[in-house]
């Protein structure tokens, strides 16, 4: 390709990038930053002026007797929280024209407003200081950048008037050739501040490092209670869907059953002991699936609450168990059945592991924590899996991962010899 073609070829392109789509973008970005920025300039610099005016007066008061300085004051202390309403307004304003030139979406991050105490609190935080950066950058890269970039494309028409006013034709001719590299310099440019204003947006306009990782703290928090409330409906919808067909179907099985071993009394031996052996095995199925439902979700701790659902492990627990629940407020549903869960699960391992005489359980309530303790005189010892191995291990193990579903604590402190104390913290409103 000659140098002629590689020139003509480079000023098509830069003619035709001047109504080009991104072309159009950027100038509209730039010219937008330009307002935003000017505003934002005036605003901010008109309240340090008037801060500063007033703290100056103070420091060289008398200025005109008390009612002078009662309104200096005040002007000195409503200063930092206009300036702060300022600050967080203008960078609403910056992220809504970004979205709205660039499609540039910048999250806001956490309200610094919510900071305490306030209006000190906001001010002690990085974000409100990364924005008033931006603002001040905006002077640079929006009032500047964007009267630049509208200079360039004004450029043709002030090389018109400057012919139009008799001005000698050599100089004439030197403003059209300077108009028109302006002009075909106006793309470039826009696009030039667009890159830097959005570099400077995505740094200083959106959440800071530790502010992105606490919001996915807070995410991932928020994720995994959703999906021990779905586990926990889903086992509420299981528990109805066996108690409502299958166990019924087992009932009617069993009293079928039941009736025919006492009607066939003078059948023949072998006929006699097939309806007996079906009986006991329809009979073990339904006990067997009844522990299988309670397993699942109780019934009863939606139809009577944790205390009642309690009482009733109290009472099947295979050894005696002192209960005393101190509950005024209900926790969440999710929050009652892992609590439901962990006692069910210690009064199982003390009956199969503690060699204890009895059990005691305590369920209270203090402010925002539900707290347990289940307490046995066993032989002790008991540690979770990993130290041990052990299918007690195991089940302490679980008992500490239901407790961290829904964000809560378990402690063991079972010492050789017992006592066994398993305390755990739910808070109530996972």
């Not at 329809?282 to 019934?299: D, Q, T, Y």
């Not at 007690?392 to 829904?406: I, M, N």
């Amino acid at each position: 390709m000659s140098r002629a073609d590689l020139t003509s070829r480079r000023v098509r392109a830069a003619v035709s990038a001047l109504w080009s789509a991104p072309t159009r973008r950027a100038t509209g970005n730039a010219l937008a930053g330009l307002l935003v920025g000017a505003v934002g300039g005036i605003m901010l610099g008109g309240l340090a002026l008037i801060w500063v005016a007033a703290v100056d007066s103070l420091i060289h008061w008398p200025v005109g007797g008390w009612a002078h300085a009662v309104l200096y004051i005040a002007v000195v202390l409503a200063g930092p929280v206009l300036a702060l309403w300022a600050v967080q307004g203008l960078a609403a304003l910056q992220r809504s024209r970004l979205r709205a030139t660039l499609g540039l979406e910048i999250p806001a991050g956490r309200r610094a407003a919510e900071r305490r105490p306030w209006p000190v609190g906001p001010w002690l935080t990085a974000a409100t200081w990364r924005q008033l950066g931006f603002h001040l950058l905006a002077l640079v890269t929006g009032v500047i950048g964007g009267g630049l970039v509208a200079a360039c494309w004004l450029a043709p028409a002030e090389a018109i008037g400057y012919v139009a006013a008799g001005h000698p034709p050599a100089a004439g001719a030197a403003a059209v050739a300077a108009a028109a590299g302006l002009l075909l310099a106006a793309p470039w440019l826009a696009r030039q501040v667009t890159r830097a204003d959005a570099a400077s947006a995505r740094a200083l306009l959106g959440p800071g490092r530790s502010e992105e990782l606490a919001q996915r703290v807070e995410s991932l928090a928020r994720s995994r209670a959703e999906i021990v409330a779905a586990a926990d409906a889903e086992r509420r919808r299981i528990e109805r869907d066996l108690h409502d067909g299958a166990q019924q179907r087992l009932v009617s099985l069993a009293m079928n059953l039941g009736m025919a071993r006492e009607r066939f009394t003078g059948a023949p031996e072998p006929v006699r002991r097939a309806i007996a052996d079906a009986h006991d095995e329809a009979v073990l199925a339904l006990s067997e699936l009844r522990e299988f439902i309670r397993g699942l979700h109780p019934a009863v701790l939606n139809d009577r609450g944790l205390d009642a659902a309690l009482s009733g492990l109290a009472a099947r627990a295979p050894l005696p168990v002192r209960l005393r629940v101190d509950v005024q407020r209900p926790a969440s549903p999710s929050v009652e059945a892992v609590a439901y869960f962990i006692v069910s699960e210690a009064l199982t391992n003390v009956a199969k592991h503690a060699q204890a005489a009895q059990a005691e359980v305590t369920v209270t309530r203090d402010g925002d924590l539900l707290r347990i303790f289940v307490t046995d005189d066993g032989s002790g010892g008991a540690v979770p899996a990993g130290s041990d191995g052990g299918e007690a291990g195991t089940g302490l193990r679980g008992l500490a991962q239901r407790a961290a579903a829904v964000d809560g604590t378990l402690t063991i402190d079972s010492p050789p010899g017992g006592p066994t104390v398993i305390a755990a913290e739910l808070p109530c409103e996972s």
